[in-house]
């Protein structure tokens, strides 16, 4: 299996609070992905990273936030969480820029109350 | 946006009988993929198709690109318990790009012993 290790994999916040989701890598890809999982939607790209301080958006951004310092470290920040983001949130690696063999975490299950 | 649809949303097979899930189309994938998920678990990465007309098979699953490149099929033979799960096909953008995979809403597949 990919070294990808997601923290925390539970989690129930308050709506309005902040929420900071992490996904670790020991594989060295250069590529970082978040994607939420929702019944009915499928796998939604949040945001991507394409190396250390580059990140862009993707599909599903509004509401969220990254940071990428470290290689290996990912984080997603939900500013100020909402109903609406109780998701399954999955991170995902990729040592090519064109998305081919992608591996993923395990998966944060977020409730927002 | 490219958009993928998968069908059917849901089979329920007796085990030993035959399945093909569909994933099309209207836009140009480089490569497609497709990922077997299990409950709690992220998606893991089963085959990638490049070339259009491709054909993969990876034991009693047969894979197949189409000849435009903008649809896929997933056979299985003699479907067994094991193969339930969350099958979801996803596209490769055009051109290269580090900006993620667009998947598809998924198959649940149940194999009834």
Redesign the interface.
């Known amino acids: 299996d990919a070294g990808i290790t997601q923290s925390p994999r539970h989690k129930v916040t308050e709506t309005g609070t902040p929420v900071t989701l992490r996904c670790h890598q020991t594989e060295n890809h250069r590529?970082m992905?978040w994607?939420r999982q929702d019944p009915?939607?499928?796998?939604?790209?949040i945001h991507?990273s394409?190396g250390v301080k580059d990140t862009?958006k993707?599909?599903v951004s509004d509401g969220y936030s990254v940071s990428r310092s470290k290689t290996e470290d990912f984080l997603l920040t939900l500013e100020s969480a909402t109903s609406s983001q109780t998701s399954v949130y999955?991170c995902?690696i990729s040592d090519s820029?064109?998305?081919?063999?992608?591996?993923?975490?395990?998966?944060t299950r977020l409730t927002v109350v | 946006t490219q958009l993928l649809e998968q069908s059917p949303q849901f089979l329920s097979i007796q085990e030993g009988e035959n399945l093909t899930v569909y994933c099309n189309s209207s836009s140009v994938f480089s490569s497609l993929q497709w990922y077997r998920q299990e409950p709690g678990e992220g998606p893991v990465l089963l085959v990638t198709v490049v070339t259009g007309g491709e054909v993969k098979k990876l034991k009693r699953l047969t894979f197949q690109f189409g000849d435009a490149r903008k649809d896929s099929s997933l056979h299985i033979t003699a479907a067994q318990p094991g193969d339930t799960g969350l099958y979801l096909c996803a596209g490769a953008p055009r051109g290269g790009g580090a900006d993620g995979l667009t998947f598809g809403k998924g198959t649940h597949l149940i194999i009834q012993p």
């Open positions: 590529y992905y994607y009915g939607h499928g796998l939604r790209l991507y394409y862009d993707g599909e999955f995902a820029g064109r998305g081919t063999e992608a591996f993923f975490g395990q998966g």
